[in-house]
């Protein structure tokens, strides 16, 4: 079973979001992944992902909000199983 951490970063201001972000990354361990909801795509935090090997899906809503989930690339088909991705 996969575990979920939330961040939402709707009402942060910069940098907050990244350093928050960043901070839930780097404890994070296979089987875990980060659900961030933000105003925008939030780009520089995917260099940080890449650095870690880590993969993320964005998906931009019509509303104000964008969804990033960031995981491990073994964990992929358990979160499409899932219906995460």
Do not use: W
């Not at 992902?49 to 358990?78: G, H």
């Amino acid at each position: 079973m996969l575990v979920e951490t939330t961040l939402d970063a709707r009402e942060m201001a910069p940098p907050e979001p990244f350093d928050k972000a960043t901070a839930i990354l780097r404890q994070m361990q296979p089987g875990h992944y980060l659900r961030m909801l933000h105003r925008r795509v939030p780009y520089p935090l995917f260099e940080f992902c890449r650095a870690l090997s880590l993969t993320y899906s964005v998906n931009e809503e019509a509303t104000t909000a964008c969804e990033v989930i960031i995981y491990f690339p073994a964990d992929e088909q358990a979160l499409r199983q899932g219906g995460v991705l």
